[in-house]
């Protein structure tokens, strides 16, 4: 964000989207039964075989957000032991290095995290047609990642969403609170905070 205008328009793009993603129930919804979802024939018989969400999920270790599940606490905890090849042969790679993203901007700095995300991908799910394998040559936008793109291709579609700011936000600047206050409304012609 190079000046006060184009800060102005991010932040009534960005909540555009944002109404939207909560409006959808994107967020913070409990868990449908089948027979209510909208997917599953209510009238099957097969739907007294499946088990209903609320009864696997409500197992694991509780979110605030999304599908209400803290996925990568559930896994590290065993909770939860997904298969993570169907071929013996495949090789399985997890990478613990965290990547710093945003350091220029008002928002907390984002912290990427490889090792969470390597439990659960292949680096073929990102590299290299997400992002680059390298620091830096990525060129981000928060704008983009509202629209479904770079980290919104999953985040607010498979896992948590993105009104969790802070999940991704995490690491605050020097002298900036750990969570600082977001504009809820911008009145015409207002600044909005860096
Ligand atoms: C899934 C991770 C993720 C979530 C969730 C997320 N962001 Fe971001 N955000 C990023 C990344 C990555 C960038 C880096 C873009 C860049 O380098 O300019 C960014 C950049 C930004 C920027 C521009 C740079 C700056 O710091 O001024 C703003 C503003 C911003 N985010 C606001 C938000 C707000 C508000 C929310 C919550 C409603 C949010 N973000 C949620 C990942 C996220
Ligand atoms: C969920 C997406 C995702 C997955 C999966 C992923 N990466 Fe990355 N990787 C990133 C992002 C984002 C960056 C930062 C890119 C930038 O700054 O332009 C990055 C940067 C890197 C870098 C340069 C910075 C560093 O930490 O050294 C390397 C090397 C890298 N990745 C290797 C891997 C390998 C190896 C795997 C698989 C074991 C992998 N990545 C899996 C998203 C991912
Ligand atoms: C290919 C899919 C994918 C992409 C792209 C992706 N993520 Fe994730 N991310 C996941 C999954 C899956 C999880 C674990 C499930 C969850 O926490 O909802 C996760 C979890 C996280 C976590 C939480 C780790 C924890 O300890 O709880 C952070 C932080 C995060 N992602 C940030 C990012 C940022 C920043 C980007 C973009 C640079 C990004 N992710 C891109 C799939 C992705």
């Known amino acids: 964000m190079r000046e006060s205008t184009s800060q102005a328009d991010f932040w009534r793009r960005a909540l555009v989207v944002l109404a939207l993603l909560a409006s959808a129930g994107v967020s913070g919804s409990d868990w449908e039964s089948l027979n209510k979802d909208g997917?599953?024939?209510?009238?099957?018989?097969?739907?007294?075989?499946?088990?209903?969400?609320?009864?696997?999920?409500?197992?694991?270790?509780?979110?605030?957000a999304g599908n209400m599940v803290r996925w990568v606490q559930s896994l590290e905890k065993g909770e939860i032991n997904p298969?993570?090849?169907?071929?013996?042969?495949?090789?399985?790679?997890?990478?613990?290095?965290?990547v710093l993203l945003n350091l220029k901007g008002g928002m907390p700095i984002v912290r990427f995290p490889h090792r969470q995300h390597t439990l659960w991908l292949d680096c073929v799910n990102c590299h290299d047609q997400l992002f680059k394998a390298e620091a830096g040559a990525t060129k981000f936008s928060m704008l983009k990642i509202l629209e479904g793109e770079q980290c919104g291709v999953?985040?607010?579609?498979?896992?948590?969403?993105?009104?969790?700011?802070?999940?991704?936000?995490?690491?605050?600047?020097?002298?900036?609170?750990?969570?600082?206050?977001?504009?809820?409304?911008?009145?015409s012609g207002a600044v909005p905070p860096k």
Do not use: M
């Open 39 to 64: 997917i599953h024939d209510p009238r099957s018989p097969a739907i007294q075989q499946l088990q209903q969400p609320a009864d696997a999920l409500s197992k694991l270790t509780p979110d605030t």
């Open 83 to 98: 298969r993570a090849n169907i071929r013996p042969d495949t090789k399985i790679r997890v990478y613990d290095s965290d």
């Open 154 to 187: 999953c985040h607010g579609a498979v896992s948590f969403p993105l009104t969790e700011c802070f999940r991704c936000h995490s690491v605050a600047r020097p002298g900036q609170a750990p969570r600082p206050s977001l504009p809820i409304a911008i009145p």
